[in-house]
């Protein structure tokens, strides 16, 4: 009797799952700091009545491994292609969060999807040499997911 699922096979379906759910986890702590600082919600948690958001995120044992910034791009990036955008985690997954934050001036409810298959996988510097390129070819604000793709 042969096994249709060996165990490097069952391994390396392991490892991409857990990959995949590693990728979203960022994203769960990203709609928890969105909610918490939308209106300084914060604030009404006990003990944080008078905090700032800095104070907060450094008064949090959990959140001590995250630093300010970090908490202010992962907000802002679930705020701008979550909740404005529509996007879903799963398609924030493997981008990086500085080319997310670009990309939030750039993408609109219409394209988001588009943009963000095209930055999948992409280097930083890539994707600034082809926003530079953009512009220079076709103008400062002519953010067309088309333009990009063809540079």
């Known amino acids: 009797m042969s096994d249709d699922n060996p165990p490097e096979k069952r391994a390396h379906e392991e490892l991409i799952r857990a ?11 990203a709609r928890a ?3 918490l600082k939308q209106n300084n ?4 948690l006990r003990g944080f009545e008078k905090a700032t958001w800095r104070s907060f995120i450094r008064g949090q044992s959990l959140l001590k491994t995250l630093s300010i910034s970090r908490a202010d791009r992962l907000a802002l990036i679930y705020q701008g292609f979550i909740i404005e955008l529509g996007a879903k985690p799963q398609e924030l997954a493997f981008i990086d969060t ?15 999807h588009e943009w963000l298959k095209i930055v ?3 280097k930083r510097s890539e994707f600034y040499d082809r ?3 953009v512009r220079e070819f076709y103008g400062k604000n002519d953010w067309s997911p088309d333009h990009f793709r063809k540079l």
Not at 19 to 29: L, N
């Open 33 to 35: 700091l969105a909610e």
């Open 19 to 29: 990959i995949q759910e590693e990728a979203t986890v960022g994203y769960r702590i």
């Open 131 to 133: 926003i530079h390129a």
């Open 41 to 44: 919600a914060f604030r009404s």
């Open 98 to 112: 500085n080319i997310l934050l670009r990309l939030r001036t750039m993408a609109t409810k219409e394209n988001v």
């Open 120 to 122: 999948r996988g992409m």
